[in-house]
């Protein structure tokens, strides 16, 4: 199985604050942002399927990259559900809330909300569906915490040590063949 992972282009929110399951707009640079995305798959995507997250910032993105091809949108690509958190400034979370949280937040969910560990289960769902679909190359347009979810299991790498991996706006990450 082939998968390339695209994280979604810079959204239209204020730095600092604490979003996951919020449907956001995307920033005005996004043309610029998408037309760069293209240019990194020119020529190297023929025969595929495309899944989406269907928030905004990645169904919209999925719609301009694929205009011709129909897309799946699936919740389990969604981002991590921050609860009470989502729009607050994180310097506003209150420490009493957001401490046990930062100690382990593999397992223990925001709250109101989710944990790494819930995330990571349902993106592992979605990928066992597609390996019993027996899909050889698709293209999943999601988010930072999904896309680093499918990296920590296609390459066995422990939850707790899958914020190593950087994973920019507009971002293509290839796994498989």
């Not at 023929?46 to 919740?75: G, H, N, Y």
């Not at 994180?90 to 909300?113: A, L, N, R, S, Y």
């Not at 920019?168 to 990450?173: F, L, R, S």
Request: include cysteine; aromatic fraction near 10%; charge should be negative.
């Amino acid at each position: 199985m082939e998968i390339y992972l695209i994280r979604h282009t810079k959204p239209a929110i204020a730095k600092g604050t604490c979003y996951g399951q919020t449907d956001l707009h995307l920033a005005d640079s996004f043309p610029e942002e998408a037309n760069i995305i293209k240019t990194k798959l020119t020529g190297q995507i023929t025969s595929i399927q495309v899944f989406s997250s269907p928030l905004l910032r990645c169904s919209t993105l999925a719609k301009a990259l694929f205009p011709t091809v129909s897309i799946t949108e699936d919740p389990r690509l969604m981002e991590l559900d921050f609860g009470n958190w989502e729009m607050l400034a994180w310097d506003d979370i209150p420490k009493i809330e957001i401490t046990p949280w930062m100690e382990d937040f593999v397992q223990v969910p925001c709250p109101g909300g989710e944990s790494y560990r819930q995330l990571y289960d349902r993106c592992v769902a979605f990928i066992t569906e597609l390996k019993k679909q027996q899909i050889e190359k698709a293209i999943i347009i999601t988010h930072a915490g999904p896309i680093r979810a499918i990296h920590a299991y296609f390459n066995n790498i422990a939850l707790k040590d899958s914020f190593s991996l950087k994973v920019d706006y507009g971002e293509v990450i290839k796994l498989g063949n």
